[in-house]
């Protein structure tokens, strides 16, 4: 083949890859835009959604168009790992129900941080795109959960003892969804990017309250920290931080006065109460904490098996799950899916821990630390719209060591002589 022929053949590649990545990126931001209310959609409609985001990272590693993440192997291990849970943890149900688990495991764990991270650095807007799409049908959500909170129901779904569930289907799943929304709010603005900044300061005000309405304090949590994480990444003045909180604070007294307000509405102060146990009403976090007593005598009659990865073998207490993603992987998986998951979580923090002292990723560390804070108090475990946010921000790392920026010392004058500097 002669030199211009392979010129001729390259250039064909390379438009063929510039048409398809148009495509790909329609793709991700109409996945996307399910992700906040996925729980509320009809069964089929789910199953194709879930399917296609599986079928597209597969078509994409496939395709030859993924990229190599940050510390590729972290990944690949944990996915590997999901498959032997899926051998090994057969016993009881049987490789038939645990092996469809241990495969999309595999996908989400050792595919997919390749397949986005490919589609990442082919198309420099796709997370912003993709950031759009989720945030629009995330605000949307939000809004529904105000709504709840003043004892109208929509869609047939209302408020619980206080708590909105708004278009997510769980205030759990809302909560953590509008944490995100939050931060990618709070990064806009932080970094003045070029959006509207009423309509992000809107969004980012619905989805707070949206946060608030959920009284799940795992999310306000996991939300509080984000935050704090990508302002102090941002170096916003503290002065600036705590005038938002006063009008914040603000904000939420005014609504208050309005008694249909108060009378649905549970400050985080009444939840801490509830969940507690020091109400009448049944106190969550004793719910929690005997799904972590059972899952742990299993763990110590059994280490290495697990009980079943398929959704069969999934409670622990009466229906309840295990709330919180280490355990109940290894409850499930044995120590093979403990392995992996370990593998994952101390992969998120040492990258935090760097982020924090280079102050640079504010975006992807935040939303790791809100995504993986909240699955050690819920019931993440295999989810397809709980892992993609987790991936997303993981595909948006350098795989460049991070390193603190350092601030060059002031030039000294040089010294004059003969008149000359």
Same mark, same amino acid.
């Given at each position: 083949?002669?030199?211009?022929?392979?010129?001729?053949?390259?250039?064909?590649?390379?438009?063929?890859?510039?048409?398809?990545?148009?495509?790909?990126?329609?793709?991700?931001? &109409?996945?996307?835009?399910?992700?906040?209310?996925?729980?509320?959609?009809?069964?089929?409609?789910?199953?194709?959604?879930?399917?296609?985001?599986?079928?597209?990272?597969?078509?994409? &590693?496939?395709? /030859?168009?993924?990229?190599?993440?940050? #510390?590729?192997?972290?990944?690949?291990?944990? %996915?590997?790992?999901?498959?032997?849970? /899926?051998?090994?943890?057969? %016993?009881?149900?049987?490789?038939?129900?645990?092996?469809? &688990?241990?495969?999309?495991?595999?996908?989400?764990?050792?595919?997919?941080?390749?397949?986005?991270?490919?589609?990442?650095?082919?198309?420099?807007?796709?997370?912003?795109?993709?950031?759009?799409?989720?945030?629009?049908?995330?605000?949307?959500?939000?809004?529904?959960?105000?709504?709840?909170?003043?004892?109208?129901?929509?869609?047939?779904?209302? $408020?619980?003892?206080?708590?909105?569930?708004?278009?997510? %289907?769980?205030?759990?799943?809302?909560?953590?969804?509008?944490?995100? $929304?939050?931060?990618?709010?709070?990064?806009?603005?932080?970094?003045?990017?070029?959006?509207?900044?009423?309509?992000?300061? /809107?969004?980012?005000?619905?989805?707070?309250?949206?946060?608030?309405?959920?009284?799940?304090?795992?999310?306000?949590?996991?939300?509080?920290?984000?935050?704090?994480?990508?302002?102090?990444?941002?170096? &916003?003045?503290?002065?600036?931080?705590?005038?938002?909180?006063?009008?914040?604070?603000?904000?939420?007294?005014?609504?208050?006065?309005? !008694?249909? @307000?108060?009378?649905?509405?549970?400050?985080?102060?009444?939840?801490?109460?509830?969940?507690?146990?020091?109400?009448?009403?049944?106190?969550?976090?004793?719910?929690?904490?005997?799904?972590?007593?059972?899952?742990?005598?299993?763990?110590?009659?059994?280490?290495?098996?697990?009980?079943?990865?398929?959704? /069969?073998?999934?409670?622990?207490?009466?229906?309840?799950?295990?709330?919180?993603?280490?355990?109940?992987? #290894?409850?499930?998986?044995?120590?093979?899916?403990?392995?992996?998951?370990?593998?994952?979580?101390?992969?998120?923090? @040492?990258?935090?821990?760097?982020?924090?002292?280079?102050?640079?990723? $504010?975006?992807?560390?935040?939303?790791?630390?809100?995504?993986?804070?909240?699955?050690?108090?819920?019931?993440?475990?295999?989810?397809?719209?709980?892992?993609?946010?987790?991936?997303?921000? #993981?595909?948006?790392?350098?795989?460049? !060591?991070?390193?603190?920026?350092?601030?060059?010392?002031?030039?000294?004058?040089?010294?004059?002589?003969?008149?000359? !500097?």
């Amino acid at each position: 083949m002669t030199t211009q022929t392979r010129h001729i053949q390259t250039s064909v590649n390379s438009g063929d890859r510039v048409s398809i990545q148009p495509v790909i990126t329609v793709l991700w931001v &109409i996945l996307a835009l399910p992700i906040p209310v996925y729980r509320i959609i009809p069964g089929t409609l789910a199953n194709v959604w879930t399917y296609g985001a599986l079928g597209l990272v597969i078509l994409l &590693i496939l395709l /030859g168009r993924g990229g190599k993440p940050k #510390w590729p192997g972290v990944w690949v291990f944990a %996915g590997l790992c999901a498959l032997a849970a /899926g051998v090994v943890s057969s %016993g009881t149900s049987g490789l038939a129900k645990t092996m469809p &688990i241990g495969i999309q495991l595999f996908i989400l764990l050792s595919l997919a941080p390749f397949a986005v991270r490919g589609s990442v650095v082919r198309d420099s807007k796709l997370l912003a795109r993709v950031s759009v799409s989720f945030t629009l049908a995330q605000t949307v959500s939000a809004l529904v959960g105000i709504v709840q909170l003043l004892g109208v129901p929509v869609l047939g779904y209302a $408020a619980v003892y206080g708590r909105s569930p708004g278009l997510a %289907g769980h205030p759990n799943v809302l909560g953590v969804m509008g944490a995100i $929304a939050v931060l990618l709010c709070t990064h806009v603005l932080a970094v003045r990017a070029p959006f509207p900044r009423l309509l992000v300061i /809107g969004a980012l005000a619905v989805n707070a309250a949206g946060v608030l309405s959920t009284g799940s304090l795992s999310s306000m949590f996991a939300c509080v920290f984000g935050v704090l994480f990508v302002l102090s990444s941002h170096r &916003i003045p503290i002065t600036r931080v705590l005038w938002v909180v006063v009008a914040g604070a603000l904000a939420l007294w005014a609504a208050l006065q309005n !008694p249909n @307000v108060a009378q649905y509405f549970r400050s985080p102060a009444d939840r801490f109460f509830q969940v507690t146990g020091q109400t009448d009403d049944i106190s969550t976090l004793d719910i929690r904490m005997n799904t972590y007593r059972v899952a742990w005598e299993r763990i110590q009659i059994d280490p290495f098996m697990g009980k079943g990865i398929d959704p /069969g073998q999934s409670a622990a207490f009466g229906n309840t799950m295990v709330h919180n993603v280490f355990l109940h992987a #290894w409850y499930q998986g044995g120590i093979a899916l403990a392995a992996g998951i370990a593998a994952v979580l101390l992969a998120a923090v @040492v990258f935090v821990l760097q982020a924090l002292r280079a102050r640079e990723f $504010a975006l992807a560390a935040g939303i790791l630390i809100t995504i993986l804070s909240y699955a050690l108090t819920s019931a993440f475990f295999d989810q397809v719209y709980y892992w993609l946010p987790v991936v997303a921000a #993981w595909a948006s790392l350098s795989t460049s !060591p991070i390193r603190a920026k350092k601030i060059a010392p002031p030039s000294m004058p040089r010294p004059v002589r003969n008149g000359r !500097p």
